[in-house]
T-cell receptor
């Protein structure tokens, strides 16, 4: 079965620090990849997604992610975090043609002003 | 546009009681989903409906039933609640079941089963 691993459970950073959150998946076929974010008290919302083409994907609020097929990874990055980036971040993977979107366990990011 | 709405926001049940969680979307989406979110587990798919009139099991369907009432509404029913069903339940919808489509999520229902 597919699995999605987010090894960082809780990350604490100061404002202006750089961010990288890891995401690895187990499926070897063609996949579509997503990063969702859940701000405190809000809905899950899409940050960015990859389905084909350029493996470096840019999303909202200055986030980007790089799909490295050989490493089964889709790490999320931001060069300079802000206090407003405090949230929980979820990586999700779906096999092309399937219906089941598999989520990682999430990474809680706390940004200290 | 309200997006995806869910009722109720909170619910406490006793073991063995039944209840229905309601979900509606106003984006004219074809596909709808029910997930549960447990601490340390991420979100797991319970059931989905690829289009009006169809429903299919996801990763954790046991103890649940669903109804796709019409294109807008997709309900989740617990016939006999168990403490293991204590969780936060999210409904989501997407334009279609194509895998690159973004899913839009509702605010969640926090359910406690005593």
């Amino acid at each position: 079965a597919q699995s999605v691993s987010q090894h960082n459970h809780h990350v604490i950073l100061s404002e202006a620090a750089s961010l990288e959150l890891g995401c690895n998946y187990s499926y070897g076929g063609t996949v579509n990849l997503f990063w969702y974010v859940q701000y405190p008290g809000q809905h899950l919302q899409l940050l960015l997604k990859y389905f084909s083409g350029d493996p470096l994907v840019k999303g909202i609020k200055g986030f980007e992610a790089e799909f490295i097929k050989s490493k089964f990874s889709f790490n999320l990055r931001k060069p300079s975090v802000q206090w407003s980036d405090t949230a929980e971040y979820f990586c999700a993977v779906i096999q092309t043609g399937a219906n089941n979107l598999f989520f990682g366990t999430g990474t809680r990011l706390t940004v200290i002003p | 546009n309200a997006g995806v709405t869910q009722t109720p926001k909170f619910q406490v049940l006793k073991t063995g009681q039944s209840m229905t969680l309601q979900c509606a979307q106003d984006m004219n989406h074809n596909s709808m989903y029910w997930y549960r979110q447990d601490p340390g587990m991420g979100l797991r798919l319970i059931y989905y409906s690829a289009s009006e009139g169809t429903t299919d099991k996801g990763e954790v369907p046991n103890g649940y039933n669903v109804s796709r009432l019409n294109k807008r509404e997709f309900s989740l029913r617990l016939e006999s609640a168990a403490p293991s069903q204590t969780s936060v339940y999210f409904c989501a919808s997407s334009e279609s079941g194509l895998t690159y489509n973004e899913q839009f999520f509702g605010p969640g229902t926090r359910l406690t089963v005593l």
